[in-house]
């Protein structure tokens, strides 16, 4: 399969504590962005990546969130001092971009996590 | 602000039968990409239809439509002939030049027998 993959699919944590989450890419992508969905809620974009620079990062992404891109390829995705508020799906998709006008992003399965 | 109002947090149809998803947006600029998504439950966010905001012909995917009026910037969804599997949360979205997608709350789809 050469979809998109993330890991780990679930984890849950004890508030305070660091977690770092994985997202590899379809591996000819150059982009790779990062969402968040709350339940009940739709995505929120936090962050996105051309190659291994990062963009742009959301004025929601705290300075406990740290994403990085190294070499281009997988990203990973660090919440430190983990919060409650932090629980959540987080959404990881890539896309080709500069092949036409538009780009279709592909989702990872996501990667749930619960803070207690 | 850039937005996205679904106004049906759920939706029932039955099956063989034909369902609107209603979406609006807010965006000031002119070039701009809509899309609705589909996501099962437990399952990944799949790209159902696009539609480029610069062409006027609405977008149609076998039995996935679109009616896009432009000037009310209104983007909705028609499925036809519904099936089982359709059931699922329905994201309306839309992206501008940076491609980062600003997404609705999502509608709840449930498909009777």
């Known amino acids: 399969d050469t979809g998109v993959s993330q890991d780990p699919r679930h984890k849950i944590t004890k508030r305070g504590q660091n977690v770092t989450f994985r997202c590899d890419p379809i591996s000819e992508h150059n982009r790779l962005y990062w969402y968040r969905q709350t339940l009940g809620q739709g995505p929120e974009f936090l962050t996105y990546?051309?190659?291994?620079?990062?963009?742009?990062k959301s004025r929601l992404l705290s300075d406990r969130f740290s994403a990085e891109r190294p070499k281009g390829s997988f990203s990973t995705l660090e919440i430190q001092r983990t919060e409650q508020g932090d629980s959540a799906m987080y959404l990881c998709a890539s896309s080709r971009y500069g092949l036409s006008n538009w780009d279709e992003q592909f989702f990872g399965p996501g990667t749930r996590l619960t803070v207690l | 602000a850039q937005t996205v109002t679904q106004s049906q947090p759920e939706m029932s149809v039955q099956e063989a039968e034909t369902v609107t998803l209603s979406c609006t947006y807010d965006t000031s600029e002119s070039d701009y990409y809509l899309f609705w998504y589909k996501q099962p439950p437990s399952r990944q966010m799949i790209l159902v239809i696009r539609q480029e905001a610069y062409k006027q012909q609405n977008a149609t995917e076998n039995r996935f439509s679109v009616n896009f009026q432009k000037a009310a910037k209104s983007f909705s969804l028609k499925i036809s002939d519904s099936q089982l599997g359709d059931a699922a949360m329905y994201f309306c979205?839309?992206?501008?030049?940076?491609?980062?997608?600003?997404w609705g709350l999502g509608t709840s789809l449930a498909v009777n027998p």
């Open positions: 990546f051309q190659n291994e620079a990062q963009l742009e």
């Open positions: 979205a839309y992206t501008l030049s940076d491609r980062k997608l600003i």
